[in-house]
Nanobody, 123 residues
Framework: QVQLVESGGGMVQAGDSLRLSCAAS???????MGWFRQAPGKEYEFVAG????????DYADSVKGRFTISRDHAKNTVSLQMNSLKVEDTAVYYC?????????????????WGQGTQVTVSS
């Protein structure tokens, strides 16, 4: 079992930055991690993923160059640094873990999910 708890969400203005954190516990060894988001009335959207080793990252085109995913094995955390936020980044952001070394963009390939944290960006 893996437990994931997100934090760091909030309300900001367009152009601001925010850093999300995901604290992982349980059987986390060897697991790639991902961040997804869901805006009201929309499907889940892949945001970013990182491999177990941290050497392989993937980003959605919509956030590439603005968001950075990282992980700290010592603290067992995964972070998402979000810069130059846009109104369209408004969503609930979820941290997810999968039983593979490398991330994927497919939501159903992640086994464990956090409860989500709300990010609201105003113009």
């Amino acid at each position: 079992q893996v437990q994931l708890v997100e934090s760091g969400g909030g309300m900001v203005q367009a152009g601001d930055s925010l850093r999300l954190s995901c604290a992982a516990s349980g059987r986390t060894n060897g697991r790639a991690m991902g961040w997804f988001r869901q805006a009201p009335g929309k499907e889940y959207e892949f945001v970013a993923g990182i491999s177990w080793g941290g050497d392989n990252t993937d980003y959605a085109d919509s956030v590439k160059g603005r968001f950075t995913i990282s992980r700290d094995h010592a603290k067992n955390t995964v972070s998402l640094q979000m810069n130059s936020l846009k109104v369209e980044d408004t969503a609930v952001y979820y941290c997810a873990a999968r039983g593979d070394l490398h991330p994927t963009r497919r939501r159903y390939e992640y086994d464990y999910w956090g409860q989500g944290t709300q990010v609201t960006v105003s113009s």
